[in-house]
Structure formats: structure tokens, C-alpha cells
């Protein structure tokens, strides 16, 4: 508390990413971070950008990047706004649709930012909760809304909505639709070609998670060209430069080398198969996952108290102290060694 | 305009930064880069950085940077905050402190992104104007507010206030002073010291000016530690990450390299003396500059022209079509080359 503060930020109740120990080495397996590094080709653009360079301003409009992207997604670079990460992107997001008379509306269990970016921008609003085994029912969001924001797949459930579903929510929507595609690249198929049909529905992705970008911050929105012109003003009214040149082409490199992309995309999803089946053996129910982490639950033993032995072990996953999932822990999935870990140290815990 | 915008967004008037067009190479003088590249430290921190490292998300806290940004000023790390370029400071900044029952002041000449802030956050402001000679007069500040926000130099008339007179705004008021001291090391006093002082007081500097790293966004905030953790507050509910792991290593390099950075501002100020003497002799006023730019005026020839004439022969520099100033025009402190190309462009176009 201080007496300069605002209003808004004596009331903020901010956003606490998942804990980066410095005590000691862990095996990491609690932000979600993917256990495989950049495209070679990524790297290779920063090493090999001349950095005397950096003393001039990036390109504001990320021109060379949005264009690479039109161009995987078959749309135009007036279809795609990109930010210092998807974080950044959602922030903008609320502030350019979601502030509106009636309630925006998201599952009672998602990302956990939606309700502080609620917050920072003073919208109200309304969640919705998942059906018993947490799945998504798109009827329940056909009420009276002033927007409506979904992950796909959902976190932490790791659970994915079928595209009818998200169709039926853009048609049945009069307000803006936003699917929040920060996992979609592990085995969910993208809401970006119904952009083209619904100019409601705004599409959210990240570099890292499956391009394994996470230290350079870059997240993107697909949509309408008048959706993409709104985050623009806010854009231009808030940071003139959001994205850093070397961020700008290792992304670019990183777009264009689709073989790693699907490849290490590939790898994580045959890992998760295998950690689930391992999972299952020692006793864990695991929500069917389409993303880089799943989500489990133990017959016997309370997950809180298997977060602080594993924690104990050298192994970091994530534990949320919150109703209906106070049982379940989430856990990233790392290389397969990294895996195998985890495995035997439960094992170890669990027999 | 669209049916999905939020009021904000339809109201909003988003600031313009200075034109980088790509039709033709320009001696670009007209968004106050700095000449010179980053120190060779930052630079080599970039190259030898393991890059893998980037599928990991960067320290949300930039610690290392916090704590080298606080040794410099001998202060504590709870007494920076670092973000995403200073306008990403400034935007925060504003929310955090700005959005008060009394209206925020500010000169009617100054950054032209502060009344963009404004309309963002929903901020009212009064402009309190410059003497005719465009120096700040402090006593126009002691009036009732909500906040008080003073670039120093001022920009874009390029004076400098003496510290004495900041001390009297900190002392008289009882709501937060930002002194925005983007080009305070090319002559200026940095009221940094008057942050132990006065616990009103929030002192914003940037990298890309006098650092040469305007391609890596970075920007700080340096003050009582409550004032930081408002801002603190507010970054958690934007963005958990927004300084990358490049930047925060380049900046950290940047820092300890006091050689270099003493040396290339000393250069910027040497090539200001003799750029002005060269345009005192073509007719030119100079106002009296501590920053790397000056703003000019010439006693015949109109700058709306000189603008359109210089940009033609291929030397960009910034017009602003406003009231006061329209006379006049920003030029940024290049190369001691690419002021003689200036200069005997201007002697071309003025004899």
C-alpha cells in the first residue's frame, strides 16, 4: 500500500508465474517451457545479425515477421498483430474488446491471468463452470456476453474443444470470441482458418511453448483486419516498438523452418504417450492431454503433498491450491530423460 | 472503426513515431538514435549467450540488471524497475500513478506520447505552458495535482532544468513527480540522488539513447521502493517476462562498460557544439541543448519547407505541425560526417 498508488493497483491481485527456484538443480517440469531448443535456424539469425545494428529501433510494424506468418496461415499481414509475448498480446486484447457493458465470459478453470488482466483494466466479469470431468460445454455460453475467452486446449486441463464447438460459440457470439492457443501445436488443430468466416473471433499463439522461444517474448493474434487494427491503437498508444529486433528475425527463421517445428512438435507428443502410460501404471488418472503438459491425479496419495515430495526429490511440477483442482498436479512435458525422472522418483515415493 | 472496439479504442489518437521510410538510404536524423553502436561488452554478452537457454523463459524479476542498474546509482535493486523500452515504463507509470481525482500536469511542449497515455488510461491533464524562450517555469507546477510528469531535457525543445527547480516541484507536491530523463546523459544532471529525498519522486531512463540499444527495448524506473512496487504491481498484471534474456545480458554488459559510455556521450556532445556553431552561421537559432538532438529555427526560410527540402536531397529530420513550434525543426546529433552532409545540404538548399 502507498498513498501514490491508484486505485487499480491497491486493488490488483497480480498474476504469480510458476516458481524458478535458484537453490538448487531441478528437473523443471513446471512452467511448461519445452525441453528442446530454437530452430538452429533461429539462432543462427541472432548470431549472425549484425549488432552494431541494435543502436537503431526495431521495425515498428514487425513487417518481415507478421508477413511470415500471413504466409503460413494463407491470410494477409493486416491479419496478424504480434507482441512481447502472448501475455502482452491477451493484456492488449482485454483492453481493445473486452471492456464492454455486459460480462466477458471464460471457464471457472483456465489461465489464471484472465481474471488479473480483468482486473488491470476494470472488466467484469462472469466464468463459466466446466463440466465434472472437465470438459467444455459450448451451450453454456450462449448467453447475453460482452466477450468470451477460451484456451484451447484448456489450462490446466489440458483438455482440447473440438472446432464445432468453437464455430458454434463464434456464430452464436455477438461480441469478440478469443481462443487462446498458447498449446494448440501439440495435437489440437487451430481455430485460424475460421477467422476468415467469423470476423469475431480473434486467435492467440506464443513462440514458447512449441518453438521454444520463451526467453525472447513473442506471441501473435489472428484475425478480422478491423480486430488487428483495434490492437494496433492500443499498440500505438502504449509502446511504439514492442517487438526487439533480434527477436524479429529469429522468429522469422524460426517460421520458416517447418520440418524442426513439426519434428520436435512430434517428439513431445510420442514423450507425453509414453509418461502417460508410465503414469497410469503407478496408480495416476491422466486427463487425456493435447498439450506440452498433463494433468493427473493420484488414486491414493493427495497431490499437494506429492508437489513438496517431488519438489524435495529435485523434481518441479506445478501444484494450484484452488477449488475442484486441489488434487491434481500439472506437469510439463520434458525430454524423455527428463521424463524418466520424474517416473522413478515417484516410484520411489509411491511403492 | 468497428463494432467489436471498446469506447477506449475508438477515442484513442495513437502516437506517430518518426517516419522510417524504406523508399531510399537517408542520413536519418530524425529519431534520435544514437550514431555509435553498443558498448563492444554488450555485444560480445549477446554472441556468447547460450542461445539454447531460450526455450526458458528470461528471470521474470531481471535481477542481474536490477542489481547492476542499483550499483550504479548506489541504491538498492527495490528501487528499479526495468521494462520493455521506457514507453513500456511510462505506460505503466502512468496507470500506476496517474489516474487520480486531480489532474495530471505537464508541459504544453513536451512528449507528445504523454497525452496518448492519457487517453489510454482515461487520465485527465491540464498542459501547463512554457515561457516564450521555452524554458520550464517551476512555479506554474505548484498548483493542485494529480501527478506531474517532466521530461528533462525537455523534448522536443532540447533545455535542461536545473535539479534545484525539480527539487522545488518534488517538495511542493504532494502527488507523484516523473522526471523522464531519456536524454539526461548527453549534458543533463540526473535527479536520480533526489529519489532518496523526496519518496514522490520517480526518475525514468532508457537504453536506447545514450546506451545505443534502442533495437533491444529497454527502459527503468528508479525510486522509493513503494513506487516500485506499485509498478510492480502493474507488470504482474500485464506481462509476467517483458525484458528477454538477450536484452537483460546486453544491458548488464552495457552497464558495467562506464568507458565506453562516457566516451560516446562525450563524442555526441563535442559533435552538438560544433553541428550548432555550423548552423548558427547559416542563419540558424539553436536553442541551448542538453540533449542528442537540437531544435532549430531559421530566421527566413520556413521549416515546413526546409523539412519537405532536406528530406528530398536525403537528410531526414522531425517536423512537428503544432502550434509554437511549427517553426521549427528536431534534429538528432549523427556523426560528425553526417552533420557536414546536413550542413552543406543545408548550404546548398539556404545560399
Request: charged content about 20%; glycine content about 4%; some cysteine.
Amino acid at each position: 500500500m502507498s498513498q501514490y498508488w491508484t486505485d487499480i493497483v491497491n486493488k490488483l491481485d497480480p498474476y504469480i508465474p510458476g516458481e524458478q527456484p535458484q537453490d538448487q538443480q531441478y528437473v523443471k517440469l513446471n512452467t511448461n517451457e519445452n525441453p528442446y531448443p530454437p530452430s538452429a535456424k533461429a539462432i543462427q539469425a541472432i548470431d549472425s545479425y549484425k549488432k552494431d545494428k541494435l543502436k537503431l529501433y526495431p521495425d515498428p510494424e514487425s513487417t518481415l515477421l507478421r508477413e511470415a506468418l500471413a504466409f503460413r496461415f494463407n491470410l494477409q499481414k493486416e491479419n496478424i498483430f504480434v507482441g512481447n509475448g502472448s501475455d502482452e498480446v491477451l493484456a492488449h486484447s482485454f483492453q481493445a474488446f473486452f471492456k464492454q457493458q455486459k460480462n466477458l465470459l471464460f471457464p471457472d478453470l483456465s489461465y489464471s491471468f484472465y481474471p488479473v488482466y480483468c482486473g488491470l483494466y476494470e472488466i467484469e466479469s462472469t466464468t463459466i463452470p466446466l463440466n465434472e470431468n472437465f470438459t467444455i460445454n459450448s451451450a453454456d455460453y450462449n448467453i447475453d456476453n460482452g466477450g468470451i475467452i477460451i484456451p484451447n486446449p484448456n489450462a490446466p486441463t489440458s483438455i482440447l474443444m473440438p472446432l464445432s464447438d468453437i464455430e458454434k460459440i463464434c456464430r452464436e457470439s455477438s461480441s469478440v470470441v478469443i481462443i487462446d492457443e498458447a498449446y494448440i501445436d501439440f495435437g489440437g488443430e487451430t481455430a485460424i482458418p475460421l477467422t476468415k468466416k467469423y470476423d469475431n473471433l480473434l486467435v492467440i499463439q506464443t513462440f514458447s511453448k512449441s518453438r521454444s522461444m520463451a526467453g525472447l517474448r513473442l506471441g501473435y493474434a489472428v484475425g478480422h483486419a478491423a480486430l488487428i487494427d483495434g490492437l494496433n491503437r492500443i499498440k500505438n498508444s502504449f509502446n511504439s516498438y514492442p517487438v526487439d529486433s533480434l527477436a524479429q528475425v529469429a522468429a522469422v527463421a524460426s517460421i520458416k523452418d517447418e520440418p524442426y517445428f513439426q519434428q520436435s512438435c512430434q517428439k513431445i507428443i510420442q514423450t507425453r504417450k509414453k509418461a502417460t502410460e508410465d503414469l497410469q501404471k503407478l496408480g495416476f488418472t491422466v486427463l487425456p492431454s493435447a498439450a506440452n503438459f498433463i494433468f493427473v491425479t493420484h488414486q491414493t496419495r493427495g497431490a499437494q503433498q506429492l508437489y513438496a515430495e517431488l519438489k524435495q526429490a529435485g523434481v518441479l511440477v506445478r501444484y494450484f491450491n484452488k477449488p475442484r483442482i486441489d488434487n491434481y498436479l500439472r506437469i510439463t512435458i520434458g525430454t524423455d530423460e527428463e521424463m524418466q525422472t520424474l517416473i522413478s522418483t515417484l516410484h520411489g515415493l509411491l511403492t
